[in-house]
Protein backbone atom coordinates (compact mmCIF):
# COMPACT_ATOMS: atom_id res chain seq x y z
CA UNK A 1 0.00 0.00 0.00
CA UNK A 2 3.06 2.01 0.40
CA UNK A 3 3.15 2.20 -2.89
CA UNK A 4 -0.03 4.25 -3.79
CA UNK A 5 0.76 6.66 -0.51
CA UNK A 6 3.99 7.41 -1.91
CA UNK A 7 2.63 8.27 -5.67
CA UNK A 8 -0.02 10.37 -4.42
CA UNK A 9 2.18 11.88 -2.33
CA UNK A 10 5.06 12.28 -5.11
CA UNK A 11 1.60 14.06 -7.05
CA UNK A 12 1.40 16.28 -4.08
CA UNK A 13 4.89 17.39 -4.39
CA UNK A 14 4.73 17.64 -8.07
CA UNK A 15 1.29 19.81 -8.19
CA UNK A 16 3.50 22.44 -5.78
CA UNK A 17 6.03 23.36 -7.73
CA UNK A 18 3.03 24.70 -9.81
CA UNK A 19 1.72 26.44 -6.68
CA UNK A 20 -1.41 24.07 -7.17
CA UNK A 21 -3.00 23.28 -3.91
CA UNK A 22 -3.27 19.12 -5.44
CA UNK A 23 -6.49 19.50 -3.00
CA UNK A 24 -8.03 16.23 -3.42
CA UNK A 25 -4.51 14.28 -3.03
CA UNK A 26 -3.80 15.91 0.01
CA UNK A 27 -7.54 15.05 0.99
CA UNK A 28 -7.40 10.71 0.29
CA UNK A 29 -4.41 11.02 2.15
CA UNK A 30 -5.24 13.25 5.45
CA UNK A 31 -8.82 11.20 5.73
CA UNK A 32 -8.12 7.58 4.00
CA UNK A 33 -9.59 4.51 6.27
CA UNK A 34 -9.64 1.77 3.74
CA UNK A 35 -6.90 0.66 1.50
CA UNK A 36 -6.04 -2.79 0.32
CA UNK A 37 -4.67 -4.24 -2.83
CA UNK A 38 -7.23 -6.98 -3.90
CA UNK A 39 -11.26 -6.81 -4.09
CA UNK A 40 -14.13 -8.82 -5.25
CA UNK A 41 -15.29 -7.81 -8.29
CA UNK A 42 -18.95 -9.04 -8.43
CA UNK A 43 -20.74 -8.71 -11.77
CA UNK A 44 -19.47 -5.47 -13.28
CA UNK A 45 -21.59 -2.70 -13.41
CA UNK A 46 -21.38 -0.13 -16.24
CA UNK A 47 -18.32 0.50 -17.54
CA UNK A 48 -16.37 4.14 -16.57
CA UNK A 49 -19.29 4.58 -14.26
CA UNK A 50 -17.67 3.62 -11.08
CA UNK A 51 -18.87 6.19 -8.60
CA UNK A 52 -22.68 5.29 -9.48
CA UNK A 53 -22.24 1.62 -9.50
CA UNK A 54 -20.56 2.02 -5.94
CA UNK A 55 -23.33 4.35 -4.82
CA UNK A 56 -26.05 1.86 -6.24
CA UNK A 57 -24.21 -1.26 -4.52
CA UNK A 58 -24.11 0.83 -1.25
CA UNK A 59 -27.98 2.48 -1.40
CA UNK A 60 -29.73 0.14 -3.00
CA UNK A 61 -28.60 -3.41 -2.67
CA UNK A 62 -27.86 -4.17 0.76
CA UNK A 63 -26.84 -2.15 4.27
CA UNK A 64 -23.68 -3.83 4.79
CA UNK A 65 -21.79 -1.87 2.22
CA UNK A 66 -19.95 1.32 2.68
CA UNK A 67 -19.57 3.48 -0.07
CA UNK A 68 -15.65 4.72 -1.16
CA UNK A 69 -14.25 7.24 -2.96
CA UNK A 70 -10.61 7.59 -3.96
CA UNK A 71 -7.32 6.38 -5.47
CA UNK A 72 -6.23 3.55 -7.46
CA UNK A 73 -3.32 2.39 -8.99
CA UNK A 74 -3.73 -0.66 -11.56
CA UNK A 75 -0.69 -3.07 -12.30
CA UNK A 76 0.63 -1.79 -15.80
CA UNK A 77 -0.97 1.39 -15.28
CA UNK A 78 1.15 4.42 -15.07
CA UNK A 79 -1.66 7.08 -13.84
CA UNK A 80 -3.62 7.22 -10.83
CA UNK A 81 -6.89 7.00 -11.06
CA UNK A 82 -9.79 9.00 -8.88
CA UNK A 83 -12.02 5.93 -8.38
CA UNK A 84 -15.38 4.55 -6.65
CA UNK A 85 -16.27 1.28 -5.04
CA UNK A 86 -17.23 -0.17 -2.01
CA UNK A 87 -16.61 -1.93 1.52
CA UNK A 88 -18.03 -5.14 2.86
CA UNK A 89 -18.40 -4.44 6.51
CA UNK A 90 -19.29 -8.25 7.19
CA UNK A 91 -16.35 -9.84 5.04
CA UNK A 92 -14.32 -6.69 5.81
CA UNK A 93 -13.13 -6.47 1.92
CA UNK A 94 -13.20 -4.23 -0.87
CA UNK A 95 -15.68 -4.76 -3.42
CA UNK A 96 -15.43 -3.66 -6.94
CA UNK A 97 -18.64 -2.99 -8.80
CA UNK A 98 -17.01 -1.45 -11.71
CA UNK A 99 -13.48 -2.93 -13.18
CA UNK A 100 -13.52 -6.09 -14.87
CA UNK A 101 -12.35 -9.43 -13.42
CA UNK A 102 -8.96 -9.72 -14.29
CA UNK A 103 -5.56 -10.74 -13.24
CA UNK A 104 -4.03 -7.26 -12.79
CA UNK A 105 -3.39 -6.52 -9.27
CA UNK A 106 -4.94 -3.01 -8.06
CA UNK A 107 -4.31 -1.09 -4.98
CA UNK A 108 -7.04 1.07 -3.38
CA UNK A 109 -6.60 3.87 -1.22
CA UNK A 110 -10.10 6.08 0.07
CA UNK A 111 -12.70 7.07 2.19
CA UNK A 112 -15.55 5.24 3.67
CA UNK A 113 -18.83 6.56 3.91
CA UNK A 114 -21.77 4.46 5.05
CA UNK A 115 -24.95 4.61 2.96
CA UNK A 116 -26.71 7.72 5.03
CA UNK A 117 -23.26 9.88 5.28
CA UNK A 118 -23.39 9.29 2.07
CA UNK A 119 -26.70 10.02 0.79
CA UNK A 120 -26.57 12.88 2.70
CA UNK A 121 -22.75 14.26 1.22
CA UNK A 122 -25.02 13.48 -2.41
CA UNK A 123 -28.46 15.74 -1.39
CA UNK A 124 -26.27 18.38 -0.75
CA UNK A 125 -23.40 18.39 -3.57
CA UNK A 126 -25.96 16.74 -6.44
CA UNK A 127 -23.50 14.81 -8.05
CA UNK A 128 -22.66 10.62 -7.64
CA UNK A 129 -19.35 11.69 -6.92
CA UNK A 130 -18.29 12.68 -3.31
CA UNK A 131 -14.53 14.69 -4.23
CA UNK A 132 -14.65 16.16 -7.39
CA UNK A 133 -17.38 16.67 -10.48
CA UNK A 134 -17.69 20.08 -11.70
CA UNK A 135 -15.32 21.40 -9.26
CA UNK A 136 -13.17 20.27 -5.83
CA UNK A 137 -16.32 19.58 -2.83
CA UNK A 138 -14.71 22.07 -0.78
CA UNK A 139 -17.95 21.79 1.46
CA UNK A 140 -16.79 18.10 2.59
CA UNK A 141 -13.31 19.16 2.91
CA UNK A 142 -14.16 21.54 5.24
CA UNK A 143 -16.31 18.94 7.05
CA UNK A 144 -13.12 16.50 7.64
CA UNK A 145 -10.47 18.10 7.35
CA UNK A 146 -10.50 21.81 7.19
CA UNK A 147 -7.09 22.88 7.81
CA UNK A 148 -6.16 21.96 4.00
CA UNK A 149 -8.23 24.76 3.04
CA UNK A 150 -6.04 27.09 5.01
CA UNK A 151 -4.58 29.64 2.41
CA UNK A 152 -6.15 28.09 -0.61
CA UNK A 153 -8.77 30.17 -2.46
CA UNK A 154 -10.90 27.96 -4.63
CA UNK A 155 -14.44 27.99 -5.59
CA UNK A 156 -16.55 25.34 -4.59
CA UNK A 157 -20.24 25.95 -6.56
CA UNK A 158 -18.75 25.92 -9.66
CA UNK A 159 -21.72 24.96 -12.27
CA UNK A 160 -20.14 23.78 -16.07
CA UNK A 161 -20.86 26.97 -18.26
CA UNK A 162 -22.90 26.29 -21.68
CA UNK A 163 -21.53 27.72 -24.64
CA UNK A 164 -23.49 28.63 -27.83
CA UNK A 165 -21.46 26.93 -30.04
CA UNK A 166 -23.82 28.02 -33.30
CA UNK A 167 -23.84 32.09 -32.09
CA UNK A 168 -22.24 34.09 -34.84
CA UNK A 169 -18.78 36.27 -33.43
CA UNK A 170 -18.51 38.83 -36.40
Known amino acids: MRELRERLQQEVDDWSKLNFPALLQKFVLRVADCEGDTSVRP ?86 CLFDAVGINTGLIQSLAPDLLDGVRYQSDRRPRVINLESNHE
Open 43 to 128: ESGEPKMCFQNAARLTTYKSRRYEYVEGYILIEGIPLLIHHGWCYDKIKKLIVDPTLPDDERKTLYLGKRFSAEEYLSHVDKWGYW
